[in-house]
């Protein structure tokens, strides 16, 4: 199934910090704040992501995802549904093709470039789809990060769910 994800705006203007005021940190656990994260600010609405299939810890811009306290460029959210659903099938197809061509050169080469382009077309490579100016972080470690300190703030709540 593919993801739907919401605008980026409509994620900022719902804090961290609002969504979770009524329960005591103490009290929550990572489940319930990974949930809680992606949840439209108390209505209840998730946005299409499983927290059981994915796991997922995106920073509050929704612009990393975060692996093993690594940064990777999540993919443009302004696609539409059709689009990501087309540049996912052809990234799968292009990376089975890696598998498939491993012992021709030539066929691998052209196998990985379509990979490359179609991570490209995502917006998971090449230039940043966001316009405000912020440098791409992407594979960088989140603590040597500028979202360092929200990260490290996380720890108060599950300490070995961070890495």
């Keep these: 199934m593919l993801v739907a994800y ?4 409509a994620f900022l203007a719902c804090a961290l910090e609002s969504c979770l005021s009524d329960i005591p940190r103490e009290e929550m656990n990572w489940r319930e704040l990974s ?21 997922a810890l995106f920073t509050p811009d929704r612009r990393y995802l975060i692996v093993r306290g690594r940064l990777w460029r ?16 052809e990234l799968m197809a292009a990376r089975r093709a890696v ?4 012992d021709d050169p030539v066929a691998l080469a052209k196998a990985r470039r ?9 917006g998971e490579r090449g230039p940043v789809w966001w316009s405000d100016g912020a440098p791409d972080m992407n594979r960088k ?4 990060s500028p979202y360092a300190a929200w990260f490290a703030s996380l720890s108060a709540v599950a300490p070995a769910q961070r890495d």
Aim: aromatic letters at 2%; hydrophobic letters at 45%.
């Design 6 to 9: 919401p605008a980026v705006s």
């Design 114 to 122: 379509r990979v490359h382009l179609a991570k490209v077309a995502l």
């Design 35 to 55: 949930l809680m994260r992606r949840a439209d600010c108390g209505t209840g609405k998730y946005d299409g992501m499983s927290d059981a299939a994915t796991d």
């Design 74 to 89: 999540a993919a443009n959210p302004d696609l539409t549904d059709n689009e990501r659903a087309a540049l996912v099938a």
């Design 141 to 144: 470690l989140v603590v040597n």
């Design 99 to 102: 598998k498939h061509d491993r």
